[in-house]
């Protein structure tokens, strides 16, 4: 267990495990976290980011015969986060206009003033369960692997959006999802010329999301003139969006690997997957207002003025590949191995779960091209009644569904041992090029998933270990990486430091260019950590461990726009750990800091109706643990 020492709460684990018969063993494993914010909320004088943790797990491991045996793991768990650990970055938008709050907070630290303006404040609750059971066994001399497997959970959010106290614009979040998946898969025996591996796999898996995001009419009055006759005019107006969406998928795929030993020093080793997946989805969205002194959401029965268009899309998908590699390994002598590689991946196309614009983006795109309807709807045109009755689209439509992704990858690396086997060396150089490379932006409420035309990902990587006393040890790796698109229609227009357009391609009225040349977002050029544990007899029962390591990382940013506020500064980040130990490991007792220099990065950056927002992740940590075993 350990208690956290620079913001409070504590952590804890516990098992007990051992044999409850000769054939069977049992494992039991408990984890209960109580951890406080790391953010202060000075408006509701409270940490927000308060997490609390329950856990269970139980392991069965079952000698059926001398060469069967079957393990059965299930576990359940659910979470509890109050609070969140975005930040408002200045008051120029429209909704800080209209705040009234005497603590406003514009500026990236750990302090925040917001609430969600309604009986119930921000939180993040997550459940789930699962079930794996797994039988390894051999059948005349080769090893067979089964398992099957179980997975259910729940995701609900309730999120302030605007970045002040008042009900402004707040957004409901639900998903409920589950999935179950066998697989088979057959190992030949080894040290054989050719060796191989086949399998098969299947997944099931059923996905149901909403999104409620309602905009409060106390807001919009206070913003008007006034006037009677507007006042009581907006309680009649669509004020928020709600979303939903849901999909069933069936996936399927058989693979092989054979490696052939052609001598001694020589192999080469080729794989190939065919994966096959069917989907099936349902995605609407509609307006809504308030009525009552309550102001409960009620549904309005057709698209309004100023809102986005209601729609009911249907659709099927039907994503198959083959993906092979080759990969050819040459020892050049006992201590040294060389490579080269090249493989193809492929990512499932799939369809938009929470995107409230689909409608309206499917009008617009039936105006501009007088053929479109036909193919894609089976129809000549559509209409907003049409939208609100239910369309089935077509797969490629390019409005509720995506691509699926393709990728092509070359690598060429050496491994190697150093001074007497105490050392390790690996360096890779690889080129991957992307096509319909997947994309997730967040605009504060919604992640919206496109495509982007094509993208290259240069690179080398370096790993070096070293045992280089008897009580130290050195490990560490550099990374350089150039990420770039080579075609990205319709991304968001790059934003100069003046947060204008930086590009002249940039059209205006769409907000939208085409981003090729530009890097791809969250890609440091370079990344480099160090990592030295030492250990050492500090009696004839104890010994002790201390471990330092460094991190750094080259600025990058985490929104396509390439926005300065989105924009993660170089930093270097520091953790260490000193730990006091009995010899036998009955016991522990810990002090572990994380993050010592107290970098809070950037994970997420959006803006709404010109608010700019930074989501930060934790800045330093201390904590004290003890580890007793029995």
């Known amino acids: 267990m350990g208690a956290e020492l620079e913001n409070g709460g504590y952590t804890s684990t516990g098992y007990l495990s051992g044999a409850l018969t000769d054939r069977l063993r049992a494992r039991l494993a408990v984890r209960l976290d109580d951890l406080d914010g790391y953010t202060k909320n000075i408006f509701l004088n409270r940490d927000d980011g308060d997490k609390k943790t329950r856990a269970a797990r139980l392991g069965l491991e079952f000698d059926a015969t001398d060469t069967t045996m079957f393990y059965l793991k299930l576990e359940t768990g659910d979470s509890t986060t109050d609070g969140r650990n975005n930040q408002l970055l200045n008051s120029t938008g429209t909704m800080s206009q209209s705040t009234t709050d005497p603590n406003a907070e514009y500026r990236a630290n750990d302090i925040r003033s917001v609430s969600t303006g309604v ?34 959970y729940d995701n609900e959010w309730f999120l302030e959006i605007d970045g002040h106290p008042e009900a402004i614009l707040n957004t409901y979040l639900e998903d409920n999802y589950d999935q179950s998946t066998a697989e088979l898969r057959i190992l030949s025996p080894t040290n054989q010329t050719f060796e191989y591996i086949v399998g098969a796999w299947y997944q099931q898996s059923d996905l149901e999301t909403r999104q409620f995001s309602p905009f409060y009419p106390l807001f919009w009055q206070a913003a008007l003139p006034p006037v009677p006759f507007l006042q009581d005019m907006i309680l009649d107006v669509p004020t928020g969006m709600d979303r939903n969406f849901a999909r069933e998928s069936d996936a399927y795929s058989i693979y092989g690997q054979l490696t052939w030993n052609i001598t001694d020093r020589l192999r080469a080793i080729f794989d190939v997957r065919y994966t096959d997946e069917e989907q099936e989805g349902v995605g609407t969205s509609w307006p809504i207002l308030f009525t009552g002194s309550t102001f409960a959401p009620e549904r309005v029965a057709q698209s309004t003025f100023g809102h986005n268009t209601e729609y009911l899309f249907f659709q099927d998908r039907s994503d198959d590949s083959v993906d092979p590699s080759v990969r050819v390994q040459y020892d050049v002598n006992e201590d040294m191995m060389v490579y080269v590689a090249y493989a193809e991946g492929s990512k499932a196309g799939g369809m938009k779960a929470n995107d409230a ?23 000549p045109t559509a209409t907003p009644a049409d939208l609100i009755n239910g369309v089935t689209l077509q797969q490629g439509n390019g409005i509720f569904d995506f691509e699926d992704e393709e990728a092509e990858s070359w690598e060429l690396g050496m491994k190697t041992s150093l001074f007497d086997n105490s050392a390790s060396l690996a360096v890779a150089l690889f080129s ?55 075609d990205f229609a319709g991304a968001q227009c790059v934003e100069g430091s003046d947060g204008l357009p930086a590009n002249a391609d ?78 036998d490991e009955r016991w522990e007792v810990a002090l572990i800091g994380r993050n010592l220099g107290d970098e809070m990065t950037i994970q997420h950056a959006y803006n709404v109706a010109g608010n700019q927002f930074n989501n930060l992740g934790i800045g330093r940590s201390t904590v004290l643990e003890a580890t007793f075993r029995f």
């Open 119 to 152: 009986e119930e404040e921000d939180f993040y609750d997550y459940s789930w369960s699962s079930a794996t059971l797994t039988m390894d066994t051999e059948v005349g001399g080769h090893s067979v692997k089964g398992v099957l497997g179980y997975w259910e």
């Open 357 to 379: 614009t689909l409608g309206a983006q499917l009008l617009t795109r039936i105006g501009a091209d007088p053929t479109y309807a036909q193919r894609f709807l089976g129809m």
């Open 432 to 486: 991957t090029e992307f096509t319909n490379l997947q994309t997730s932006n967040y605009d504060g409420e919604q992640f919206i998933i496109g495509n982007a035309g094509s993208a290259t990902v240069d690179g080398f990587e370096v790993e070096f270990s070293w045992q280089a006393t008897d009580n130290l040890r050195l490990q560490s790796s550099l990374s350089w990486i150039d990420a770039t698109y080579d």
């Open 506 to 583: 940039c059209d205006l009225a769409s907000g939208t260019e085409n981003q090729a040349g530009e890097k791809l977002e969250r890609s440091p050029d370079m990344e480099f950590n160090l990592n030295a544990i030492w250990t050492s007899q500090i009696s004839d029962t104890m010994r002790l461990t201390a471990t330092g390591s460094i991190y750094y990382s080259d600025d990058y940013f985490v929104q396509p726009t390439q926005a300065e506020y989105a924009t993660q500064d170089s930093f270097t980040k520091y953790d260490a750990r000193v730990a006091v130990s009995a010899n």
